[in-house]
């Protein structure tokens, strides 16, 4: 391989194929990447959501040392590979990070796309990793495992690379001005649907005033109402996370994500007072039986408890949920339904993000016993995530699944919050409202309340927006990875659904999952 003879480093953001144009995130992850190497080496950063073709052509024409190369699971991936191989049509020398590649980087450098790997952590890694191909210009090791010395003495991430006026948006706030902010990173917790306590099993936190002071900077630099923390799980440690409140002392807004028991070992004044205004928690079902399967550790007692409690703040909550775990029965899935319900009739301020599907991403213990079917190849990779993967459950109760994605987002009062004072959605979630009571998700009516769905979509976001994402991303994927086999499996903790095996496969396209907005 030749030098490079520049001290240039692209890092590449590939489109998630998720976000509507106008909403997306930071490219946080590539900016932390470089974290190390900014001072020294210039950094364009290529950002395929918002930046045009040519920038990063352009860039790949100067010989950078490396092209860094960011990907999550799934639809991310697709994006990744395209970009990749233009950078190796000019001849450049990639490096791949982010959470795919971290949870498989054996499998990731197979690709002839990839040339190196940097798993977990990419500050320290990707700097050492970087000098040594400008030294030598290429490396024996491929993989190399992300590590941090001192994360309280790691420079500041550099904001300034890309323009930060372009992400401000967020869809809870959308007048507010708010940018992302990691505080801590790791979860000590292992629940069995998520790779995160599994990859960073122990919490480590930035020191508190180092990170309220960078915060303050950036609230001054870029005019914010709220910092959004990236943290998992911000409140694991309450002598932790109840001195951060105080510090930020109500000086701007913040929205977290939690565990409900977490946060409530912390007084919710003492938050609402430091400026707490959102917390997001995944609750994830409203059946003990499967909350006890998925080891999340927590009961639907408490998730009823901790929510009544925030009801008596100004906190708003958004919950989450999945339907569809192996082995989740019908009446499972209705005690998720009625569990919604009944958090938003408890609190005025809670809100429901969409109901999910269950998707076995690598890396966490539900997926181990599927491990045979997974996809073994980066393109299959990408054609995986919940708007594609057929499981036996979600196979079996398709129309039913996907009646409650949809409508969920206008019964969670999404849409209402969204759109307020719009006559047609606030009819509409009633209307919804009624069917959920009812649980009913199955009969013919739901035929014609899809289509009223998809007009007023249209109505309310355009054209781009029905399913807009979701189509798209059915185009360029076809699901091949035989999920359905999955229902054979025997599962480490409670029963399979009933009759999953024998679910009649549906061929065509239903749409399981429900986009984000
Ligand atoms: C914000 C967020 C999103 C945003 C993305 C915004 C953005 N522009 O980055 C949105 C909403 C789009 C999103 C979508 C999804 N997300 Co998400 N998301 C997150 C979240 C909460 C924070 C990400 C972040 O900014 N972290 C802070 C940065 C600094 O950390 P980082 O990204 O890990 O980057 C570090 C390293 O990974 C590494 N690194 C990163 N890039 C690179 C590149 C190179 C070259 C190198 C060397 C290193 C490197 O260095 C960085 C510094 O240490 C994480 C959870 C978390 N706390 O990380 C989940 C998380 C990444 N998401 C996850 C999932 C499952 C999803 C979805 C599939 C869920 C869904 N809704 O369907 C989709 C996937 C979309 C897709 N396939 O394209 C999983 C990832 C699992 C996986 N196998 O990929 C996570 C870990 C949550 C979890 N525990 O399950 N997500
Ligand atoms: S779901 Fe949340 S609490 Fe559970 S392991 Fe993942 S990050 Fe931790």
């Not at 014609?448 to 007009?455: C, T, V």
């Amino acid at each position: 391989m030749a030098h490079s003879v520049s001290k240039l480093v692209v890092m590449v953001y590939p489109d998630t194929d998720l976000e509507m144009p106008g909403t997306y995130n930071l490219p946080l992850s590539v900016m932390a990447a470089v974290t190390c190497l900014y001072e020294d080496y210039e950094i364009v950063i290529y950002d395929q959501r918002t930046d045009p073709l040519e920038k990063y052509v352009e860039a790949l024409a100067r010989h950078p040392i490396a092209v860094g190369i960011s990907t999550m699971t799934g639809s991310q991936l697709f994006n990744a590979i395209k970009l990749a191989k233009i950078a190796k049509d000019y001849g450049c020398t990639t490096i791949w990070g982010n959470w795919h590649p971290t949870l498989l980087p054996e499998q990731t450098l197979k690709h002839p796309c990839v040339d190196y790997v940097v798993t977990h952590e990419g500050e320290e890694t990707m700097a050492t990793l970087v000098r040594l191909l400008e030294r030598e210009g290429e490396a024996e090791q491929k993989i190399w495992r992300g590590v941090i010395t001192d994360w309280s003495i790691m420079p500041k991430v550099p904001y300034h690379l890309v323009d930060c006026n372009q992400y401000l948006f967020n869809a809870q706030y959308p007048h507010a001005r708010v940018l992302p902010y990691t505080f801590s990173r790791g979860c000590p917790f292992q629940c069995a649907y998520c790779a995160t306590g599994n990859i960073f099993r122990k919490w480590e936190p930035q020191g508190v005033d180092r990170a309220v002071s960078n915060m303050m900077e950036l609230v001054e630099t870029y005019n914010l109402d709220m910092i959004k923390f990236t943290d998992e799980n911000i409140s694991t440690n309450k002598k932790v996370f109840g001195p951060l409140a105080e510090a930020i002392g109500g000086r701007f807004g913040w929205l977290i994500q939690s565990r409900m028991d977490c946060l409530n070992r912390v007084d919710l004044d003492l938050l609402e007072k430091g400026g707490l205004r959102l917390v997001g928690a995944g609750l994830e079902s409203g059946s003990n039986r499967i909350l006890k399967m998925i080891k999340k550790k927590e009961t639907v007692e408490q998730y009823i408890d901790v929510n009544k409690k925030l009801a008596s703040t100004s906190i708003r909550s958004a919950y989450n949920f999945m339907m569809a775990f192996p082995g989740e029965t019908w009446d499972d899935m209705m005690q998720t339904v009625d569990l919604g319900l009944r958090l938003l009739d408890d609190n005025p301020n809670a809100f429901l993000n969409p109901y999910y599907t269950f998707v076995p991403y690598p890396g966490c213990a539900l997926s181990e016993q599927f491990e045979h079917l997974l996809p073994t190849s980066l393109e299959d990779w990408a054609t995986f995530d919940r708007f594609n993967a057929q499981t036996p459950f979600s196979q079996k109760y398709q129309f039913e699944i996907s009646n409650i994605a949809f409508s969920s987002k206008y019964v969670g009062r999404r849409f209402v919050m969204k759109f307020p004072g719009n006559p047609k959605v606030e009819e509409f979630t009633d209307r919804l409202k009624w069917y959920w009571s009812r649980r009913d998700f199955g009969s013919d009516d739901w035929w014609d309340l899809r289509d009223e769905n998809r007009d007023l979509m249209g109505e309310l976001f355009g054209e781009y927006a029905f399913d807009g994402v979701i189509a798209d991303r059915q185009k360029k994927a076809k699901s091949n990875h035989s999920l359905m086999k999955m229902a054979e499996t025997k599962l480490p903790d409670g029963p399979q659904a009933p009759n999953a095996v024998t679910a009649e496969f549906k061929d065509g396209y239903v749409n399981t999952g429900a986009s984000d907005y």
